[in-house]
């Protein structure tokens, strides 16, 4: 079986890697013409092709590329694909990518998909073979899909060690403003805040501890596909960075007045989120 990977950075080429472990002809596509060089210079497909040898070659598409690219494509793919096909997406948002193609008459042959797998790092040199193992992959909308062409996706994500979880789209842009899309804002604005405030580079350098490294990691993540997911899910986005804004106003306002009993109740109600993840760790480990 062949899967056509169209965008080859982190997560269609470690796609790409581990479908190539798992028995499949990978063949790929990148609109950068070094990152399709660098695609193949790393084993990550098998074969560089154009997109019309790929939708004619392909049983499995994975559209792989930033929001607005899936956005673009897919009608196109959509189009051209025949009824044995399957196309799926990695975007990370769902709601504006189901409504676009809602009323395609090949709307059944597509499968859309998040897997919940990454790194702040980009492009093919980012790409390693186990990046998904053991982690989840949602999928939305999943009545609208032929049993077969759902079939082939939930298996390709449950055979690279992904658990398959089912959502509606309109819950999962939601829940993704809090829970991850969030997180990057506010570590794009944590890096922004420092490099602005301690102009001496060198100091950042020798004084900032784990907890900056930590924080700050996901600023460097690609502004090309962030830009594209804020933009896609901007109001649900917009309604958590309110919430945020709230509690860093009363933090301050704390601060401010040297409240230290206020502090302590904020942080000992964050501390909540270490049970939370603590689960998150032991149902995994289950997994």
């Not at 230290?260 to 149902?283: F, H, P």
Request: aromatic share 6%.
């Amino acid at each position: 079986m062949t899967i056509a990977i169209i965008g080859l950075g982190l997560i269609g080429g470690s796609i790409g890697l581990k479908a190539k472990s798992l028995g499949f002809n990978v063949v790929g596509y990148d609109q950068n013409e070094q990152h399709a060089h660098q695609a193949l210079e790393y084993g990550l497909v098998h074969s560089v092709l154009s997109l019309d040898e790929i939708l004619e070659q392909a049983d499995i598409i994975g559209l792989c590329v930033p929001i607005d690219g899936i956005q673009s494509l897919l009608p196109k793919v959509l189009d051209r694909m025949k009824s044995t096909q399957t196309v799926f997406d990695v975007g990370s948002t769902k709601q504006n990518i189901c409504n676009l193609v809602s009323g395609h008459p090949k709307r059944s042959r597509f499968v859309a998909a998040h897997p919940l797998a990454g790194t702040e790092f980009s492009g093919p040199s980012a790409a390693f073979l186990n990046l998904f193992e053991g982690k989840k992959n949602l999928i939305c909308e999943e009545r609208l899909c032929d049993h077969d062409a759902l079939k082939k996706v939930t298996d390709l994500f449950a055979d690279m060690g992904m658990q398959n979880l089912f959502m509606p789209a309109v819950d999962h842009d939601r829940h993704m403003a809090y829970v991850s899309h969030l997180s990057h804002v506010t570590s794009f604005t944590l890096g922004l805040t420092v490099l602005d405030i301690e102009k001496d580079e060198n100091q950042i350098f020798n004084l900032a501890s784990t907890g900056l490294a930590s924080t700050v990691r996901l600023a460097k993540s690609s502004p090309i596909t962030w830009g594209s997911i804020f933009t896609d899910n901007s109001k649900n986005l917009s309604e958590a960075l309110e919430k945020y804004i709230d509690y860093i106003s009363d933090f301050k306002k704390a601060i401010d007045s040297k409240d230290l009993e206020k502090m302590k109740d904020m942080m000992q109600r964050a501390n909540e989120m270490r049970r939370v993840l603590n689960g998150m760790e032991l149902k995994a480990l289950k997994f």
